[in-house]
């Protein structure tokens, strides 16, 4: 008997579990190699394709050669690459969070001299608003910054690149607004 048919009195939770292929039973198919290489499905009551109710013809054994084979190395690589890149996501979404609680820090401690000292002109407005006290400026930039991480993880959920691509972006960008507020 070949390793990709099932025998009519084989029980199909055997045969599944012999090909590591999980189907409902909505679906008790076989799969089997085509003749030209390629899967071909039928069923008890004959050949899918065709409609025939013919039992299907006798398929040859499964096999894999050296060209079948996948590439192990790039094997490891996707692996990695599924541990990479959830990992890189949130590394970049902690540093757009912690450069923004820097900044605000930043606000806290200067709070006296902020008013001198703020280059942000929406920075500068809220400021006014609340006669000089940074409160105001605080409590809007914590939301904003809490608004933005919630934004970038539900783009990342939707679709991983463009989360990446966003996520990036405003990492970068927060890099940038780093090394201005340490060395100006």
């Known amino acids: 008997m070949s390793l990709m048919t ?3 009195d084989e029980p199909l939770a055997n045969f599944h579990q012999r090909m590591r292929i999980h189907t409902s039973s909505a679906f008790p198919h076989r799969i089997t190699p085509g003749a030209t290489g390629g899967l071909s499905a039928s069923s008890n009551s004959g050949d899918i394709r065709t409609g025939s109710k013919l039992p ?17 190395r790039w094997n490891v690589l996707r692996r990695q690459g599924r541990l990479l890149c959830p990992t890189l996501f ?25 008013m001198i000292l703020e280059r942000n002109p929406m ?28 934004v970038v993880g539900g783009v990342y959920a939707y679709s991983r690149g463009l989360g990446h691509c966003v996520a990036g972006a405003l990492a970068a960008f927060q890099l940038g607004l780093l090394a201005y507020l340490i060395f100006a």
């Open 6 to 8: 099932r025998h009519p």
């Open 56 to 72: 299907a013809a006798p398929t040859r054994d499964f096999e894999i050669s050296a060209g079948d084979r996948p590439n192990r």
């Open 90 to 114: 949130a590394l970049q979404w902690m540093l757009i969070g912690c450069v923004s609680a820097f900044d605000t820090y930043l606000l806290a401690k200067y709070r006296l001299e902020i």
């Open 123 to 150: 920075g500068l407005l809220l400021l006014r608003l609340d006669e000089g006290e940074p409160a105001l400026f605080i409590g809007l930039k914590f939301l904003g910054t809490v608004c933005v991480l919630g």
